[in-house]
């Protein structure tokens, strides 16, 4: 029996679930339930009937959108690692994290990377076998090509205490560019997600969050640009670049 068959059963079935959260059904049907541009939305058992107009006043879709918010103070790194970052490295081979200051800290000496190295641990922790990581960020203007060796191996060290639970092979690749258009943050699933990350990773620096920490789902033309940015990051050979892969093996 089709959705659409289903949904004109279900008031008189009285229980019935499709597995459908969000219907999107033809104005025709739509008014079978009382739906129009007006009412937007009707839930209807466990399934929202809307129109293509007015999905986004679904309440699974408007859910959707608050699962990855997390307000400072209020809510704890295992919160943001079970429900949203887990979650989803546990389904990809491939992780991208976009932060121009991922690793600025580290590079300069002067603040913690404390948000870093727990965001790769739980990412390295989750991700399944022969998975890979990529960490791309960006170099200060006055990084010098003289200090590449001192820094990649002060990466080195870095990812060492970072992956140090991780058993199944894994190759983590960072990539610093000192030339690089890239602004803003992103992180990408290969399992078939891709967020703005609003505004910062160092939210995760400590147990309870000291800033808010929001992640915003791309839609498919966003998702594509960002693998783009990644993948011409990933393979930049610019000489003003810091670039290490660790593996796991």
């Known amino acids: 029996m089709g959705v659409g068959e289903v949904l004109r059963h279900k008031e008189g079935e009285g229980g019935a679930h499709t597995g459908v959260r969000v219907f999107v059904a033809?104005?025709?049907l739509a008014e079978e339930f009382g739906v129009d541009d007006t009412s937007g939305s009707k839930t209807v058992d466990d399934s929202d009937v809307v129109l293509a107009s007015t999905i986004?006043?679904?309440p699974a879709v408007v859910a959707a959108k608050e699962a990855g918010l997390f307000p400072a103070g209020k809510t704890r790194r295992p919160v943001v690692a079970n429900t949203?970052?887990?979650?989803?490295a546990e389904r990809s081979s491939a992780v991208k994290i976009l932060d121009p200051h991922i690793l600025e800290g580290l590079i300069s000496g002067n603040s913690t990377t404390s948000h870093a190295e727990w965001l790769i641990q739980t990412l390295a922790d989750s991700m399944p076998a022969n998975a890979t990581l990529s960490i791309l960020g960006k170099l200060q203007?006055?990084?010098?090509?003289?200090?590449?060796?001192?820094?990649?191996?002060?990466?080195?060290d870095f990812l060492s205490k970072a992956l140090h639970r991780r058993t199944l092979p894994i190759?983590?690749?960072?990539?610093?560019?000192?030339?690089t258009a890239l602004r803003d943050r992103f992180i990408w699933f290969s399992s078939g997600s891709s967020f703005?990350?609003?505004?910062?990773?160092?939210?995760l620096s400590s147990e309870v969050l000291n800033d808010n920490l929001r992640f915003i789902r791309h839609d498919d033309r966003i998702a594509r640009q960002t693998l783009q940015a990644a993948e011409a990051m990933e393979s930049n050979t610019q000489p003003t670049m810091v670039s290490i892969t660790k593996f796991i093996a």
């Open 196 to 203: 703005d990350v609003l505004h910062n990773f160092t939210a």
């Open 26 to 28: 033809s104005r025709v």
């Open 171 to 179: 190759a983590v690749e960072v990539r610093l560019l000192k030339s």
């Open 84 to 88: 949203f970052i887990r979650p989803l």
């Open 141 to 156: 203007r006055d990084w010098q090509t003289a200090d590449r060796p001192r820094h990649e191996a002060r990466i080195e």
């Open 56 to 58: 986004h006043r679904s």
